[in-house]
């Protein structure tokens, strides 16, 4: 089995900054492509920044221009830098990863998530 453990969400006031975590683990497993994603209360999960094992990354619109997702491939740790951060941005960012044995044998696996609020 694969877990996902998420890291530093919390409170921060419009404009701000913050960085989230993610770190996999699972003996024998390989990590594949990570991803972020959000749900605001009453909207559906959104899709926010993906990272593959090469590097190559891509955004969602909510992410294009302020956030940031980086990978340490030896830690199995990606990381999502958001900066000028609104209200709208609150939302419970959640872990995704593409993970098993063998890259054409992969499934998928969540983080229980941790909570982005952004406030005055």
């Known amino acids: 089995q694969v877990q996902l453990v998420e890291s530093g969400g919390g409170l921060v006031q419009p404009g701000g900054s913050l960085t989230l975590s993610c770190a996999a683990s699972?003996?024998?497993?390989?990590?594949?492509?990570m991803r972020w994603y959000r749900q605001a209360p009453g909207k559906q999960r959104e899709f926010v920044a993906a990272?593959?094992?090469?590097?190559?990354?891509g955004n969602g619109n909510s992410a294009k221009g302020r956030f940031t997702i980086s990978r340490d491939n030896a830690k199995n740790t990606i990381h999502l830098q958001m900066n000028s951060l609104k209200p709208d941005d609150t939302a419970v960012y959640s872990c995704?990863?593409?993970?098993?044995?063998?890259?054409?044998?992969?499934?998928?696996?969540w983080g229980q998530g941790t909570q982005v609020t952004v406030s005055s």
């Open positions: 699972g003996s024998g497993f390989n990590i594949y492509t």
């Open positions: 990272i593959t094992t090469g590097g190559s990354t």
């Open positions: 995704n990863a593409d993970a098993g044995r063998a890259p054409t044998r992969t499934s998928d696996y």
